[in-house]
T-cell receptor, first 112, second 113 residues
Framework: DQQVKQNSPSLSVQEGRISILNCDYT??????FLWYKKYPAEGPTFLIS?????DKNEDGRFTVFLNKSAKHLSLHIVPSQPGDSAVYFC???????????FGTGTRLKVLA | EAQVTQNPRYLITVTGKKLTVTCSQN?????MSWYRQDPGLGLRQIYY???????DKGDVPEGYKVSRKEKRNFPLILESPSPNQTSLYFC????????????FGSGTRLTVV
């Protein structure tokens, strides 16, 4: 049972445009969500997180939106740059458990 | 440089031969965790540790053991590896339980034949 789903395995976007990566979850107990970026042959790198008490969190070019009623979160990258080409994972947890469930990842390709 | 160091980076072994993948962090983090990454399955948590001598199972703990005798080290032990444990393994550490992100190591690619 996949509790965290990233239904788009890949996404291509032109440089300078917006990239929108989506993530759905099924467990209503999740109250903290994170996005990681992963380049080949490297470990994932933390990008941004959001608590369920918020519906938006912004950090530079990266914004995460959380829609609790739809159990959906999205990562917006504006403007997209070629260096953003990577696999993006969303992850979810319930506070105090330290157990993290990751999605299967979306490969983003930013075209120059 | 603040980092999580895993060794080895690559390992090929035979079924049943015990092995240990080491993990060390130099950031004085209390929380550490092991993940495996498989195609189509994303990252799955194997074990995590909240402090010295405190560990707990993640999503896929079967066939693995861990220990946390010192704060900086969190080795992953495969007592009797099997081919279905062929995977890419990541160790990670965090100051806050991961809410502001884990710092990951570079990975260990394990092949069990």
């Amino acid at each position: 049972d996949q509790q965290v789903k990233q239904n788009s395995p890949s996404l291509s976007v032109q440089e300078g445009r917006i990239s929108i990566l989506n993530c759905d979850y099924t467990n209503s107990m999740f109250d903290y969500f994170l996005w990681y970026k992963k380049y080949p042959a490297e470990g994932p790198t933390f990008l941004i997180s959001i608590s369920s008490i918020k519906d938006k969190n912004e950090d530079g070019r990266f914004t995460v939106f959380l829609n609790k009623s739809a159990k959906h979160l999205s990562l917006h990258i504006v403007p997209s740059q070629p260096g953003d080409s990577a696999v993006y994972f969303c992850a979810a947890t319930t506070s105090g458990t330290y157990k993290y469930i990751f999605g299967t990842g979306t490969r983003l390709k930013v075209l120059a | 440089e603040a980092q999580v160091t895993q060794n080895p980076r690559y390992l090929i072994t035979v079924t049943g031969k015990k092995l240990t993948v080491t993990c060390s962090q130099n950031m004085n983090h209390e929380y550490m965790s092991w993940y495996r990454q498989d195609p189509g399955l994303g990252l799955r948590q194997i074990y995590y540790s909240m402090n010295v001598e405190v560990t707990d199972k993640g999503d896929v703990p079967e066939g693995y053991k861990v220990s946390r005798k010192e704060k900086r080290n969190f080795p992953l032990i495969l007592e009797s590896p099997s081919p279905n444990q062929t995977s890419l393994y990541f160790c990670a550490s965090s100051l806050d339980g991961g809410y502001y992100g884990y710092t990951f190591g570079s990975g260990t690619r394990l092949t069990v034949v």
